[in-house]
């Protein structure tokens, strides 16, 4: 409680610091994103579904690794996440039409693009972190 209630009172005094904090913690996140989903694993730590056989044999075909999925063909879906921050949120998004299409179709067979319930202490803390950083470069 007393951390949101110094949360807004920051909000409102130091908006740039808080949206700067709030950014890099985004940025933070989208490290968290890839580096799961490049393991096979969803935000909670599970692994993905296996791909079907069909799509297999094609990714194998094409020479690509095929032992789990990671959600990684060309390499465009993962590298267009980005995000944008305000001293109120930070919006995680793909930049491109066509990798936000394709990221929702993955999004459906094997979730990738959420926030696990491990990660949130982490994201907590890490923007804490920032937020006590920005603060002290005042």
Do not use: C
Request: hydrophobic share 35%; charged share 35%; no cysteine.
């Amino acid at each position: 409680r007393k951390f949101k209630r110094d949360l807004k009172k920051q909000i409102q005094e130091q908006p740039r610091q808080v949206q700067r904090a709030l950014g890099r913690t985004a940025e933070y996140l989208l490290g968290l994103i890839r580096n799961r989903t490049q393991k096979g694993m969803d935000a909670d730590g599970r692994n993905f579904k296996p791909y079907k056989p069909e799509y297999k044999a094609f990714r194998r075909d094409k020479g690509r690794q095929v032992r789990f999925p990671d959600l990684n063909f060309s390499g465009q879906m993962l590298s267009n996440m980005t995000q944008k921050a305000s001293p109120k949120e930070a919006i995680l998004f793909f930049a491109n039409k066509f990798q936000n299409i394709k990221a929702a179709g993955n999004q459906k067979k094997r979730p990738f693009f959420l926030i696990g319930d491990k990660e949130q202490k982490t994201l907590i803390d890490f923007f804490a972190k920032e937020l006590f950083k920005q603060n002290k470069l005042k």
